[in-house]
């Protein structure tokens, strides 16, 4: 082989190494991010949504990589978020959490703004993101029954805390009204002369009465004077 083409086999071999070279020292660069799971569901429609309180999940961001190719847990290099923070909560870990404030879906976010590999070195500069979608399942169903029964020959008026229940109360009348099942139901009794108390409650105190975890229809006195 001549001097020449010796000369020319080396320039291509040290081009092929520089390349290859070049090519190993580019930085990882982040392409994807997915969200495991992809959804989560909380609550049923017969569950009132305050028994959702509390209920919870964790979330694990997968980064994507190109240079080399792989796919690794990025978990606590992304910025979580949720967009209806009144149904979902989620903490700076990936922690999703239900408040009890509102039912319905929220979407959550994973994403890294700043697309760098492990030593610093800038790649793209994207923002990358993954989502995913996390329900409350709205309560639908009826619960338990308060039937409030008025004893006595004088009036007022009947409210309850939380709402549902409210009436007039006149002599040898009642009132009705359906709650959640599991709830706390106070009721007041405003009488437009002297309230001579309730029976029935688990609680009484004055014009007060507390039903506590109702569980299953219940009848109650209030005696107006």
């Known amino acids: 082989m001549s001097r020449k083409w010796l000369g020319f086999a080396a320039l291509v071999i040290i081009a092929s190494s520089l390349l290859a070279v070049s090519s190993c020292g580019d930085p990882q660069e982040l392409v994807s991010i997915q969200i495991?799971?992809?959804?989560?569901?909380?609550?049923?429609?017969?569950?009132p949504l305050i028994q959702d309180?509390?209920?919870?999940?964790?979330?694990?961001?997968?980064?994507?990589?190109?240079?080399?190719?792989?796919?690794?847990?990025?978990?606590?290099q992304v910025t979580w978020a949720s967009n209806e923070t009144q149904v979902i909560t989620i903490t700076p870990a990936g922690l999703i959490s239900v408040p009890g404030t509102a039912c319905g879906g929220s979407v959550i976010s994973a994403t890294?703004?700043?697309?760098?590999?492990?030593?610093?070195?800038?790649?793209?500069g994207a923002i990358v993101s993954g989502t995913m979608l996390a329900s409350v399942v709205c309560f639908t169903g009826t619960g338990p029954t308060i039937t409030i029964d008025f004893a006595g020959t004088g009036s007022g008026t009947i409210s309850s805390s939380p709402a549902g229940l409210g009436c007039a109360a006149t002599p040898g009348g009642m009132c009705t009204g359906s709650f959640p099942t599991g709830t706390n139901v106070t009721l007041t009794a405003v009488p437009n002369g002297t309230f001579g108390g309730w029976a029935g409650?688990?609680?009484?105190?004055?014009?007060?009465?507390?039903?506590?975890?109702?569980?299953?229809?219940?009848?109650?006195?209030?005696?107006?004077?």
């Open 36 to 47: 495991q799971p992809s959804s989560e569901t909380f609550g049923a429609s017969n569950i």
């Open 53 to 76: 309180v509390g209920l919870q999940a964790q979330l694990t961001a997968m980064g994507t990589y190109v240079h080399p190719p792989v796919t690794k847990d990025i978990t606590s």
């Open 112 to 124: 890294v703004q700043t697309n760098s590999d492990a030593t610093g070195v800038s790649s793209s």
């Open 201 to 225: 409650c688990n609680i009484n105190s004055g014009a007060t009465c507390i039903l506590q975890d109702l569980t299953s229809d219940v009848t109650v006195t209030a005696t107006f004077n």
